[in-house]
């Protein structure tokens, strides 16, 4: 007999197509069904529309990595905010990083409570996964052997997909979340994030560095 192959936490694109994939991996993960549901009695012939998502405790699979996501992803970008502001060469890059920082790290004492209420665990379930958009410890140790104008470079191509791709994953949260306190926050974070873009965008040597 062929042993079933254990479930995979959810890839990068998985994670960008976020509400479908998740709901099926989650169905085929979690499912104990071992017998088929029951034909609805012959007298009922009214189809019922769909249930909406439950919005339980825990959310929906969707609110769950969404905020499991969001949160490593912004605590890695403060990570290299923090070497922006200390070693970007562009005045203007040190002052734009010291104000996403503080953005982000708003952003960071609204999830981390999140992650609390649906009973979510605090570490990274991601770690070691190639995520879109998530600053890795490589491109911080890159970080910290840059220099000058080649620092503002790195810093401004990795923040600019960290902005992206976290407002990405953020507008399926809106789309197809359940809980009202996750969709917020998450509606919030798409704002801050297309300000943050149009900002970085008109920075000193953003348009070389972007190409």
């Not at 017998?35 to 959310?59: C, F, I, L, N």
């Not at 992650?115 to 958009?133: E, I, W």
């Not at 470079?153 to 507008?171: G, K, Y």
């Amino acid at each position: 007999m062929t042993r079933p192959t254990p479930a995979r936490p959810p890839t990068a694109l998985a994670l960008l197509a976020l509400p479908a994939v998740l709901a099926l991996t989650t169905a085929a993960g979690c499912s104990t069904a071992t017998e088929p549901a029951p034909r609805p009695s012959a007298a009922v012939r009214t189809t019922a529309p769909a249930p909406a998502p439950s919005a339980s405790a825990s959310g929906t699979p969707t609110d769950a990595a969404w905020v499991q996501l969001m949160t490593p992803m912004n605590e890695k970008a403060v990570a290299l905010l923090t070497l922006a502001v200390d070693r970007a060469a562009e005045p203007r890059v040190r002052a734009f990083a010291a104000r996403l920082r503080g953005g982000q790290e708003a952003e960071l004492r609204r999830l981390r409570p999140l992650l609390a209420r649906m009973g979510l665990p605090r570490t990274d379930v991601h770690a070691g996964h190639a995520m879109p958009g998530m600053v890795t410890e490589r491109d911080l140790a890159a970080a910290k052997a840059a220099e000058g104008p080649a620092f503002d470079r790195l810093f401004v191509t990795r923040i600019r997909d960290h902005l992206r791709h976290s407002a990405q994953v953020s507008r399926s949260e809106i789309t197809a979340g359940a809980r009202a306190d996750a969709k917020r926050l998450a509606a919030a974070l798409v704002t801050a994030r297309e300000a943050a873009l149009t900002e970085l965008e008109a920075l000193p040597g953003a348009t070389r560095a972007l190409d």
